[in-house]
């Protein structure tokens, strides 16, 4: 049974502090997305990655934010310095595009990490 | 502004009724549109998926409508059952650069015995 894992599952970090988090996409889809909820946004576009190229990162904090994927099988969302307000859950989801249609490309999502900077 | 309403914000329904959640979209150009299910401390499922040109798709008790014309959906739960209490989130794709997702703010949805 493939699924995207998540790690951690739970942070909680001091402001200012550097956090990492970490996502394992299903073996064979080619799509990456970071998202970020929180009870007064919902869910958030933060970064959108196809066949490991950043294609979008507009719903980023550039000044504070990265994502990359260093290789097919691993994401990474890094915060620093962290603020009490990046406080919220981190989803990762991976999905397959294909050329075949608008509609094929169902995103599959983690369980997320629960981030709380104090 | 491309936005993706939904009502009601929360809905409580007995075991066995049915109930219709609504989305409302502004997104264009549209290419698709999403119901997620997402279970309390858990990541969104993917329920359904339609394109512009289909105008209902059903998933077991889920049945969801689209009218392009009028920019609405709906998520139909039949014979609901207590493991439909969840937060329903509808998502729009658009049909353009970097193909965007507008996100909706979500139905939460408690199913009562």
């Known amino acids: 049974d493939a699924r995207v894992t998540q790690t951690p599952r739970h942070k909680v970090t001091e402001m200012g502090q550097e956090v990492t988090m970490r996502c394992q996409p299903i073996?064979?889809?080619?799509?990456v997305f970071w998202y970020r909820q929180t009870m007064m946004q919902g869910l958030e576009l933060l970064a959108y990655?196809?066949?490991?190229?950043?294609?979008?990162d507009s719903g980023m904090p550039k000044d504070r934010f990265s994502a990359e994927m260093p290789d097919a099988t691993l994401a990474t969302l890094k915060i620093q310095p962290s603020e009490p307000r990046d406080s919220a859950v981190y989803f990762c989801a991976s999905g397959l595009e294909t050329n075949t249609g608008p509609g094929t490309d169902t995103q599959y999502f983690g369980p997320g990490t629960r981030l709380t900077v104090l | 502004k491309n936005q993706v309403e939904q009502s009601p914000q929360s809905l409580i329904i007995l075991e066995g009724k049915n109930c219709t959640l609504q989305?409302?979209?502004?997104?264009?150009?549209?290419?698709?549109l999403r119901w997620y299910k997402q279970d309390t401390g858990r990541g969104p499922v993917s329920l359904t998926i339609?394109?512009?040109?289909?105008n209902t798709k059903s998933n077991g008790r889920y049945t969801a409508t689209l009218d392009a014309d009028t920019k609405q959906s709906s998520l139909h739960i039949t014979a609901s059952q207590l493991s439909d209490s969840a937060s329903y989130i509808c998502v729009v794709k658009w049909r353009a650069a970097g193909n965007k997702l507008t996100f909706g703010g979500g139905t939460r949805v408690l199913v009562k015995p």
């Open positions: 990655f196809r066949n490991r190229a950043p294609l979008d």
């Open positions: 073996l064979g889809h080619n799509t």
């Open positions: 989305c409302n979209y502004t997104v264009s150009p549209f290419s698709n």
């Open positions: 339609m394109t512009f040109s289909e």
